[in-house]
């Protein structure tokens, strides 16, 4: 299975926008980008996933490597409420989703 | 609102008794999952069930028995737990199952199991 390889932890302030990056240099070409978050004391919450082309959401925007082997996630103005691990994960060939140890995003005051 | 509703949030239950774990989805969703997460680990699938047939099962040991009435609800046995089975038991759905690679997964809240 593909892996993905993130920081373990980032700090942003509040009200600033955030840029989570991910890299996943042996993608496959069938395999999607997903994004999920968990916030404390809750189950993983979806976010956004794409397969080549950036895509945006009412929760963030995804921005893809032309070659695919890394992703970014951006929060556009990050509240106290983002603050969460944020999971990477590629879905495809695996048929489910292999969740790593994510980045820790602690929104500064 | 997440559509995922599992109950108890909170169980603590001693090796030799016996207990189940409920999880109903709201979504119309035909793909249901089970997760468990320990410690400072990642989530790691337990089984996968898609239109009621269990379609994956991570070498899960017997002491934990699935079982998917229809579409909507799923449910985890318990049985002769060991202290290692403390963790958080995430239930999840979708649309279809992980042969549809783009499928978003929406998760419940949990429960929270101590075993004694």
């Known amino acids: 299975d593909a892996k993905t390889t993130q920081p373990n932890s980032m700090e942003s302030n509040e009200e600033e926008p955030v840029h989570l990056p991910c890299n996943h240099s042996?993608?496959?070409?069938?395999?999607?980008i997903h994004w999920y978050r968990q916030l404390p004391s809750q189950g993983p919450e979806y976010v956004i996933h794409?397969?080549?082309s950036n895509v945006n959401n009412r929760m963030a925007s995804l921005a893809i490597a032309e070659d695919r082997k890394s992703s970014t996630l951006i929060l556009h103005r990050a509240t106290l409420r983002d603050a969460a691990v944020y999971y990477c994960?590629?879905?495809?060939?695996?048929?489910?989703?292999?969740f790593g140890s994510g980045t820790q995003l602690t929104v500064l005051p | 609102e997440t559509g995922v509703t599992q109950t108890p949030r909170h169980l603590v239950m001693g090796m030799t008794n016996k207990k189940s774990l409920k999880c109903e989805q709201h979504?119309?969703?035909?793909?249901m999952y089970w997760y468990k997460q320990s410690a400072k680990k990642p989530l790691e699938l337990m089984f996968v069930?898609?239109?009621?047939?269990?379609?994956e099962n991570n070498s899960v040991p017997s002491r934990f028995s699935p079982e998917c009435p229809n579409s909507s609800h799923l449910f985890l046995h318990l049985h002769t737990l060991q202290p290692e089975d403390s963790a958080l038991y995430l239930c999840?759905?979708?649309?279809?199952?992980?042969?549809?690679?783009?499928?978003?997964?929406?998760f419940g809240d949990g429960t929270r199991l101590s075993i004694l």
């Open positions: 994960i590629l879905s495809g060939s695996a048929r489910q989703l292999t």
């Open positions: 794409g397969l080549t």
């Open positions: 999840a759905s979708s649309q279809k199952d992980g042969r549809v690679a783009n499928q978003p997964q929406h």
């Open positions: 042996t993608i496959s070409g069938t395999d999607y």
């Open positions: 979504l119309g969703h035909n793909a």
């Open positions: 069930y898609n239109f009621k047939e269990q379609t």
